[in-house]
């Protein structure tokens, strides 16, 4: 679910005892298994948070799914901006994140470099526009957590020398924020700068 900030406070807020719990595990063990199942299956249909939780729970990948639309989608939804809580620890979907992680790996798996490739300057642009309206860039960690399996693959791949170094400068152009993996980008881009001028 959203890891979630309090304006004002420099620490994200944690989660407040539901007092009620107990009635509520109560009730749900009055149910039915065919009630659970429509009422988790609503509840999921009502926030895509839940939906993306029970996903990454359940480990269900859609085969029939456009990978590359589901991952925008996914990047949209992780890097909102709430424009009226600026400078704080703004609410952010961390389970949008965990499914960007999981599809940059299976595109990666299928190699199709330039959907990776493209998502990923995508989520480096709009990321880090999210850590810059931020107090203090509590999502670039997930950021990286993501972008750093497509750095590694980059690197190890069959891809052009052209095609890396032309990659690895839309990404640092698009870190708005100057750090996000830049140590790791640079590396790359300087180790194939290196092979162009043998």
């Known amino acids: 679910m959203a890891k979630r900030g309090v304006p004002g406070k420099k620490k994200p807020a944690k989660r407040a005892a539901v007092d009620n719990i107990d009635l509520v595990r109560n009730a749900l063990s009055k149910c039915t298994k065919a009630d659970l199942v429509a009422l988790i299956v609503g509840?999921?249909?009502?926030?895509?948070?839940?939906?993306?939780?029970?996903?990454?729970?359940?480990?269900?990948?859609?085969?029939?799914?456009?990978?590359?639309?589901?991952?925008?989608?996914?990047?949209?939804?992780?890097?909102?901006?709430?424009?009226?809580?600026?400078?704080?620890?703004?609410?952010?979907?961390?389970?949008?994140?965990?499914?960007?992680?999981?599809?940059?790996?299976?595109?990666?798996?299928?190699?199709?470099?330039?959907?990776?490739?493209?998502?990923?300057v995508e989520l480096m642009h709009k990321g880090s526009y999210q850590v810059e309206c931020s107090d203090e860039g509590l999502m670039s960690d997930d950021i990286q957590d993501c972008l750093l399996p497509v750095i590694d693959a980059v690197r190890t791949s069959k891809l052009s020398v052209t095609d890396i170094f032309h990659w690895t400068s839309l990404m640092l152009a698009a870190d708005r924020v100057g750090f996000i993996c830049q140590k790791e980008i640079l590396a790359l881009q300087e180790s194939v700068t290196g092979k162009t001028s043998k």
């Open 43 to 120: 509840l999921a249909q009502d926030e895509r948070q839940l939906e993306r939780l029970l996903e990454a729970r359940l480990k269900i990948e859609d085969p029939a799914a456009d990978l590359k639309v589901v991952t925008m989608q996914a990047i949209d939804d992780a890097t909102k901006v709430d424009h009226g809580c600026l400078n704080y620890n703004f609410d952010y979907d961390d389970a949008a994140y965990e499914t960007i992680g999981r599809n940059f790996k299976r595109l990666i798996a299928a190699e199709r470099w330039a959907d990776v490739m493209d998502l990923s």
